[in-house]
């Protein structure tokens, strides 16, 4: 961004945003999984 390239940064964006978004779902199934461990052996007697 130093060199004022906008036009090429703005042509990266979607590019970005979809990489941003693959992380997020990543994170979000991480998640889910440990919710669902946890819940798991909440629910174990022991």
């Known amino acids: ?3 004022k ?3 090429e940064a703005d042509a990266q964006i979607p590019q970005v945003s979809h ?3 693959s992380v997020a779902a990543g994170i979000d ?3 889910a999984d ?3 461990e ?3 052996e ?3 007697p022991g």
Do not use: F
């Open 1 to 3: 961004m130093d060199e």
């Open 34 to 36: 440990l919710e669902r």
């Open 5 to 7: 390239k906008w036009h």
């Open 42 to 44: 909440r629910s174990t």
């Open 19 to 21: 990489v941003i978004e």
């Open 38 to 40: 946890l819940a798991a």
């Open 29 to 31: 199934a991480a998640a």
